[in-house]
C-alpha cells in the first residue's frame, strides 16, 4: 500500500478529522461484532468437542451456530481488512507503467469495487428481506437467517463506501508512495 492510499492518512499527510473518526469508529464496530463472534464460534467449537469426545454425542445446533458465527465474523472482517489494508494486492502496473498509470488503474479498480460491493450489498438485504417466507433458515434450530444477510448487507455496503471514499480523496503529490521515485 502506497502512503497516499494510506486509510489513516487525510490529503495532507496528516492524522484526524470528523469522517476518519467516523470511519475508524464504524471499523471498530464491526471488529467488536466480528470478535465477539469468533470468541462464540471458539466457544461452541470447545464445547461441541468436548461433548463429542467426553460424553460421545453431539450438540444440537452445534453446525447452525458456528455457521452463523462465521457469518457474522466474516462481516466484520471484511470491513477491518478494507480499512487497515489487509486485502492482498499486487502492483505490476506500477512497475511497469509508471505512476500516473498506477493512478489511474487505482480509480477504474476501486470504481469496480465500489460497484460490485454495491450490488451485492443490494443483493443480499433483497436476499434477507425474504426469510421464513422462503425458508432461509438453518436445519436444526431453525435460526432465520434475515439478520446475517442484513449484517453481509451492511458490511458490504460500508465496504463500498469505503472505496467510494477513496476514490474521491484528492491524490497524493506526485512521487509520494511511488518506491521509483524513491529510488531515483
Do not use: N, Q
Amino acid at each position: 500500500m502506497t502512503d497516499y492510499d494510506h486509510p489513516d492518512r487525510d490529503r495532507t499527510g496528516g492524522r484526524g478529522g470528523v469522517r476518519d473518526a467516523a470511519r475508524r469508529a464504524l471499523t471498530a464496530a464491526f471488529a467488536i461484532a466480528g470478535g465477539a463472534a469468533l470468541l462464540l464460534l471458539l466457544g461452541v467449537t470447545v464445547a461441541e468437542v468436548v461433548a463429542r469426545h467426553l460424553m460421545g454425542f453431539s450438540l444440537l445446533g452445534a453446525e447452525d451456530l458456528a455457521t452463523m458465527c462465521l457469518t457474522v465474523f466474516v462481516a466484520g472482517a471484511v470491513v477491518c481488512a478494507a480499512r487497515e489494508g489487509g486485502h492482498v494486492s499486487v502492483d505490476l502496473i506500477g512497475r511497469f507503467g509508471g505512476h500516473r498509470l498506477t493512478r489511474a488503474t487505482d480509480v477504474l479498480s476501486r470504481l469496480l469495487g465500489t460497484g460490485a460491493t454495491a450490488a451485492a450489498a443490494v443483493a443480499l438485504f433483497a436476499k434477507g428481506g425474504c426469510g421464513v417466507e422462503c425458508g432461509e433458515v438453518t436445519g436444526s434450530l431453525g435460526i432465520v437467517h434475515t439478520p446475517f444477510y442484513y449484517a453481509l448487507a451492511v458490511s458490504m455496503a460500508t465496504l463500498s463506501l469505503l472505496l467510494a471514499s477513496r476514490i474521491i480523496r484528492r491524490p497524493a503529490a506526485r512521487g509520494e508512495g511511488d518506491p521509483r521515485a524513491e529510488s531515483a
